[in-house]
């Protein structure tokens, strides 16, 4: 079973708040996973200015229709419920799109007798991005290598295996620690081979729901409903 973790569009969405709430909210959290979020997530919202406006993007309405119309018009079919009095809700959506320095080749990949459609990237030099179509590391915290496959945006995306099944902000830890101790590899590989996916999740992120907050004008608010949809992530 795949498992994901994006945290970013859920602090971009509380950033986005902030046009309602006035700036710099400090939000107080109810349970445990709501403080690990505060603590490792929110914590650091100056990195989204990482992402390009095209790549995050962000709306607030005091109408759940005109959010719904935005998130069913990019592809989403998750809905808000309609707002009560004096409620807003906010539509954040993150869109990264990768290409790599090369066409890949289409093949299969074979485990258990089954055999699941993927991708062979060769090891070869691009003299245009002055680079590898991929570089290996490895981690002292992790026992297989990690693959670094460069792009032509210039964005890095790391590829291993996974060595146990987490999710969530177990997972996010992981692969913190995993990139804290990262290292270039000593071995050489002369291709990088990972399966395909067509990934559509709905995630539960309900516990997000009691979250709250104090507005500029020392009104208090609470986040009421929470959804997340990743929609066919190839």
Do not use: C
């Not at 309602?20 to 997530?41: C, D, H, M, P, Y």
């Not at 291993?160 to 997972?171: N, S």
């Not at 709250?212 to 949809?229: E, G, L």
């Amino acid at each position: 079973m795949s498992q994901t973790v994006v945290l970013a569009p859920i602090v971009a969405a509380l950033v986005k708040a902030e046009d309602v709430l006035g700036k710099n909210r400090r939000w107080q959290s109810i349970n445990t996973t709501q403080k690990r979020f505060l603590q490792e997530a929110f914590a650091t919202r100056d990195q989204l200015q990482y992402f390009s406006e095209k790549e995050v993007r962000s709306w607030a309405d005091r109408v759940a229709a005109k959010l719904n119309k935005i998130l069913k018009d990019e592809g989403f079919d998750i809905e808000l419920e309609d707002f009560s009095e004096g409620e807003f809700g906010v539509v954040s959506i993150l869109d990264v799109t990768v290409e790599w320095l090369m066409r890949g080749q289409k093949i299969e990949l074979k485990r258990k007798n089954k055999k699941y459609p993927a991708v062979r990237l060769p090891l070869e030099w691009i003299d245009e991005a002055g680079k590898h179509t991929f570089t290996a590391h490895e981690s002292s915290t992790h026992t297989h290598p990690i693959a670094l496959v460069h792009t032509k945006s210039g964005d890095q995306v790391y590829m291993t295996v996974a060595d146990q099944q987490l999710e969530g902000f177990e997972l996010k830890s992981r692969i913190d620690k995993m990139r804290v101790e990262m290292k270039p590899g000593r071995g050489y590989y002369e291709s990088l081979q990972f399966p395909m996916i067509d990934l559509d999740q709905r995630v539960d992120i309900g516990w997000l729901v009691g979250m709250k907050t104090t507005d500029a004008k020392r009104q208090d608010w609470k986040i009421s409903q929470a959804k997340q949809h990743k929609p066919n992530l190839r």
